[in-house]
Structure formats: structure tokens, C-alpha cells
């Protein structure tokens, strides 16, 4: 008798509803642990330049530092990506040369295939998005990870249904990962896989 409602925001605004209590629990990424919720890990995804050329050189790899060569149509704020971007770039003394700024993962990706800029997501294969098969893939060195958690609100527990909600899908994430490896991705859940 659980009745549950799936939304689809960013995490920023998943955790604020959380904290208004209009959601239970909630999926986000995390460059750093948001403080004042109960929180349960699940995976750590590494973050890839997504481009529709092949990279000079090697191309294996993309460094920090070269990130600045390159035209950036990256998440507008508050986005968490973005934060981390913006942390990696101030802490390397990066300028990027961010020529869009956008909310949506499509039009980031609609703007890669059209040849207006790469854009960096936690995404390392786009085999399975519609129409952006042929864009590529490179892991950034160092890597620059985001956090996949189960978050709740702090300051109460979880009833007996948010416990049986939130143990079935920290268990089917875990299984999923198991049976599925993503590029980039490695479980960091109490649960082995």
C-alpha cells in the first residue's frame, strides 16, 4: 500500500524538496556530501568530455589543463556538475572557454552533434541515447568523480515504507551495476554488487 511518484529535477532541487518534505527520498549526484541528510552511496561516476571529433594526439585521455583548448557548452547553475567543474577549474586556475550554458542534457548533446562545443557530463558511453550514438567519450585525467546517493532528511527517520523503498532500490541499483558496468562508474555502496 506504498504509493510512489517518480520526479525527474536536478539534485540541487531534489534536495531541497526533500527538505521542505514535499519527497521522501530522493537519486542525486553529489560533488560534495550535502550536509543535514541521511544519505545511503550507491555509485561514483567519473566525469568524461563528450565531443563529436576524434581529440588530438591519443585521444585515451583528456587533461585538466587541456579542458581550457577546447569550446564548453556546459550545465548552467545551480547544477552540480557545474559546481564541480567550477571547483576544478578555479583550484587548477583554469579559464574555460564556455561558449553555452544550458539546462538540459539534450541540448548539450544537440549542441556537441552540431559542432557548436563539447560539454562534459558524468557519461561515458552514449550508446543508448537516441540520435547521439556517434558521439565520443573521453575520460578526463585526473578524474573528477560525482557521488550517486540515496538521500532523506536528517532530522527524522525513515518510516518502515521509506526503509523498504530505499532497500530495494539501493539493491536493484547494485544488481543492475552488476550485471551492466558503465564506463566510469564503480559501486561505493555498503552492498557489494
Known amino acids: 500500500r506504498v504509493s510512489l511518484r517518480f520526479i525527474t529535477v536536478n539534485s540541487l532541487v531534489i534536495a531541497s524538496r526533500i527538505e521542505a518534505r514535499t519527497l521522501d527520498l530522493g537519486i542525486v549526484f553529489e560533488d560534495d556530501a550535502i550536509s543535514g541528510f541521511l544519505r545511503w552511496k550507491l555509485f561514483r561516476q567519473r566525469l568524461f568530455l563528450i565531443h563529436r571529433e576524434p581529440l588530438p594526439g591519443n585521444g585515451a585521455t583528456v587533461s585538466t589543463a587541456e579542458l581550457s583548448e577546447h569550446p564548453l557548452v556546459i550545465a548552467a547553475k545551480p547544477n552540480v556538475v557545474r559546481y564541480a567543474l567550477d571547483r576544478v ?24 552533434q552540431s559542432g557548436i562545443g563539447h560539454t562534459i557530463l558524468p557519461k561515458g558511453d ?13 575520460p578526463i585525467e585526473p578524474p573528477i568523480y560525482l557521488t550517486a546517493s540515496v538521500l532523506a532528511a536528517g532530522d527524522a527517520p525513515l518510516t518502515g515504507a521509506g526503509e523498504a523503498v530505499r532497500d530495494l532500490f539501493v539493491g536493484f541499483v547494485a544488481h543492475w551495476l552488476a550485471e551492466n558496468p558503465l564506463p566510469g562508474c564503480e559501486w561505493v555502496g555498503d552492498a557489494a554488487p
Open 89 to 112: 577549474f578555479a583550484e587548477a586556475s583554469i579559464v574555460p572557454d564556455i561558449v553555452a550554458e544550458t539546462d538540459s542534457v539534450f541540448s548539450m548533446l544537440s549542441a556537441v
Open 126 to 138: 552514449m550508446s543508448d541515447v537516441a540520435g547521439h550514438t556517434t558521439i565520443l567519450c573521453t
